[in-house]
């Protein structure tokens, strides 16, 4: 089995549905990837453990994904030298999903988190993937593909409703 190089984590089996949208763009790009649930507040050393080896286990970017008080990407920023995704989720304890969307957000100064929109895990997924094709052409070159298929869809839009 090929070691992954992306890792999505999530709070919650519950947030699945929407990261599962990461893991569907990583697998069109053939990124090995792994995808498991930490929770910042009910595993708490489940996360240290991670945060202080994924980079070890030949891990490049972690996308991380919680909703309402949402920890886990900041938490994971904190500890771990990787880039990190934060996925804010509206959840079923999010009040509107601002709550997600600041909590992931408003890292401070020195922590980043690349903080995507809300339930916004298809981005994140690319985000990941444009990270690790810097070093890696052949990841870039799906991404070059990916950007001039979205043209192609668009003008294939602009012409049909030219021509009604
Ligand atoms: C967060 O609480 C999780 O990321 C999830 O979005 C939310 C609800 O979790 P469950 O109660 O569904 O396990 O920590």
Known sequence: MVNPIVSIIMGSDSDLPVMQDAATILKNFNIPYELTIISAHRTPKRLVEFSENAHKRGVQVVIAGAGGAAHLPGMVAAISPLPVVGVPIKSSNSIDGWDSVLSILQM?????????ALNGAKNAGI???QIVSVGN????????DYKNDLTAQVEEKIKRLENK
């Open 108 to 116: 401070p100064g020195g922590v980043p988190v690349a903080t995507v």
């Open 127 to 129: 985000l990941a993937a």
């Open 137 to 144: 052409k052949e990841i870039r070159q799906q991404i070059i």
